[in-house]
């Protein structure tokens, strides 16, 4: 399982690849702007230098040529962007105009099994289920990830399911579980995959005794 990051931020992004945990990043809009940085172009490179494997970068265009001109400028940036467009009519005119030039497209905001094969029929290397966002509104996201994997297991399709708006680590085990083939993860739900209270209290009888054997010895 692929695991990508959820983030614009560089510092994150170099910590989480030193724990060999980046596969791959996953920007937006609004994570880009969080960073503060106007040279987003900039930005995106040194994310793509750091990471080595697919970044994710928005297009913020709402038109279908828009959408290509942009997406055709951002390829520029560097061999491994991917360009993430919005599961809108225009975007479907969009994906499938990029895939026939080759470029790799990230068929994000998808929130229904229908999108979902429209991206896949449009050839979009990458489709971004938004399963957070769909719990939010009380709708099973992780239900709608076990449904396009049987959709794209029935006719073959090779676009790789990315599940996105993660916001717990349960959300990670039930895609791999799924057999999703990338979950984008926020920073600090990485971090919380690693911890177990039963590990900590463990670790720390250890500690404990082992410092009792070397009073004892001495
Ligand atoms: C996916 O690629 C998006 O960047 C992201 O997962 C959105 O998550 P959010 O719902 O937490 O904003």
Known sequence: MKFFIDTANLEAIKEIKAMGMCDGVTTNPSLMAKEGRTDTDALLREICDVVQGPVSGEVT?????????????????????????????????????????????????????SQALLVAKAGAAYVSPFVGRLDDVSEDGMNLIEEIITVYGNYGYDTEVIVASVRHPLHVVESALLGADVATI????????????????????FMADWEKLQGGAR
């Open 61 to 113: 265009t709402l038109k279908a040529d828009e959408m290509i001109a942009q997406a055709r400028q951002l390829v520029k940036i560097s061999e491994y962007i991917v360009i993430k467009i919005p599961a809108t009519y225009e975007g479907l005119l969009a994906i499938s105009a990029l895939a026939s030039e080759g470029i790799a497209v990230n068929a994000t905001l998808v929130f229904s099994v």
């Open 186 to 205: 926020p920073p600090q739900v990485i971090k919380k995959l690693i911890a177990h209270p039963l590990t900590d209290k463990g670790l720390a009888g």
